[in-house]
């Protein structure tokens, strides 16, 4: 799929104003609608055993078990929270596909898109940027046209 979203071609993100502009076929914003209600079930039954809900809300403290779990017990439900709001921010801002993004909006689909990309690369088995993951072209489809949806943002930031 490469540039190509699922079902066509994205237009990228440009910018009019302080405001950044694309425009999303009807496939696409099913398939951005559907990974958002997947994360949020991922987010709201918050199954320890998924590697991905790892990847989302990782250890602060990597080598102090104790105080990795206080601080879990302090901090996920704020982290968690916070990426439940980017999510429904990202899908608000969706409608139609015609989508205008003030500079608020693009730190929500920024981080939203990161999220998404790190749970399909945890289905994948993707753990560094030179990794292909599991033979699953749809996934790996998504997973690359999700990055290229980011970076056309990141590109139109540029601008």
Same mark, same amino acid.
């Given at each position: 799929m490469g540039d190509r979203g699922p079902g066509g071609l994205?237009?990228?993100?440009s910018r009019e104003g302080d405001d950044l502009v694309a425009s999303f076929t009807t496939v696409e914003v099913?398939?951005?609608? =559907?990974?958002l209600d997947q994360l949020g079930e991922l987010l709201a039954f918050r199954?320890?055993?998924d590697p991905a809900l790892a990847r989302l809300v990782p250890d602060a403290y990597r080598d102090d078990p104790e105080a990795a779990s =206080?601080? !879990?017990r302090l901090m996920a439900d =704020?982290?968690?929270g !916070?990426? =439940?709001?980017?999510?429904r921010a990202l899908r608000d801002s969706l409608a139609e596909g015609r989508v205008r993004l003030s500079p608020a909006q693009v730190q929500s689909w920024l981080r939203s898109l990161t999220d998404l990309r790190l749970?399909?690369?945890?289905r994948l088995g993707i753990e560094n940027d030179d990794d292909r993951g599991a033979d699953d072209p749809f996934l790996q489809d998504v997973y690359g046209w999700l990055g290229y949806v980011q970076s056309s943002i990141l590109d139109a930031l540029e601008d």
């Open positions: 994205v237009i990228p993100f099913g398939l951005l609608s =559907e990974l199954d320890d055993s =206080e601080f !879990r =704020e982290l968690v !916070r990426k =439940e709001a980017n999510a749970v399909i690369a945890s």
